[in-house]
């Protein structure tokens, strides 16, 4: 158990819908990134919070949002959902910018 | 451009040592993981390399040369629960842009 938190663990939704995914990282950690794995893409790191405030993007599309909140959980919002946007979502927390990262157990994204 | 090399599959037996070899193109180099991922499961944290040179943990040991953008990740005394995904990653750094970048990941088969 890495100490985070992601809910839910499975969703299943339809083609055009809007999701939110949660994490909450480890006691004391300020950083959040979350990431997509799909079986042909690998993982793909899509955002990075610090403390609140957005440090690092990545591969994260126009659909996609995030934020972190004061009390430094995290949601990723998933929006006009296709078919493509179906993977794992990992999120992942380190104590500062750029230490080790830890990641949450995940959420499986079904979108038919 | 940013990219990460890293072999596909390998097989190796019980017991036995197993090297996993990585390569890398990035504009401004700040660090490199080694993750492990069993099937369905987030990814764990192995090693961290900055600076050159071979980091001992254990049966695992992680090498990184800056100059030739590479790396390997030694596994020794193989045992059946090493058979998973070994992630490398890398931390590419540039003014007003910081991303992690994953490979693909090797899948590594224990034979007994």
């Known amino acids: 158990d890495s100490g985070v938190t992601q809910t839910p663990k499975h969703l299943i939704t339809a083609t055009g819908q809007r999701v939110t995914l949660r994490c909450s990282p480890r006691s004391g950690d300020l950083s959040v990134y979350w990431y997509q794995q799909s079986l042909d893409q690998g993982l793909q790191f899509l955002i990075q919070y610090y403390n609140g405030e957005e440090r690092a993007k990545g591969n994260i599309l126009e659909r996609f949002s995030a934020q972190q909140f004061p009390d430094l959980h995290s949601e990723l919002n998933l929006s006009s959902l296709e078919l493509g946007d179906s993977a794992l979502y990992f999120c992942a927390s380190s104590v500062a910018d750029r230490e080790t990262q830890y990641f949450g157990p995940g959420t499986r994204l079904l979108v038919l | 451009g940013q990219n990460i090399d890293q072999p596909t599959e390998m097989t190796a037996t019980e017991g036995a040592i197993v090297q996993i070899n990585c390569t890398y193109q990035t504009s401004g180099f700040n660090g490199l993981f080694w993750y492990q991922q069993h099937a369905g499961e987030a990814p764990t944290f192995l090693s961290y390399n900055v600076l050159d040179g071979l980091e001992e943990k254990g049966r695992f040991s992680s090498f990184l040369s800056r100059s030739k953008g590479y790396s390997y990740l030694l596994l020794k005394e193989l045992q059946m629960k090493d058979s998973a995904s070994y992630l490398c990653?890398?931390?590419?750094?540039?003014?007003?842009?910081?991303?992690?970048?994953f490979g693909k990941g090797t899948r590594l088969h224990i034979l007994p």
């Open positions: 990653a890398v931390r590419d750094v540039l003014p007003r842009d910081d991303k992690i970048i």
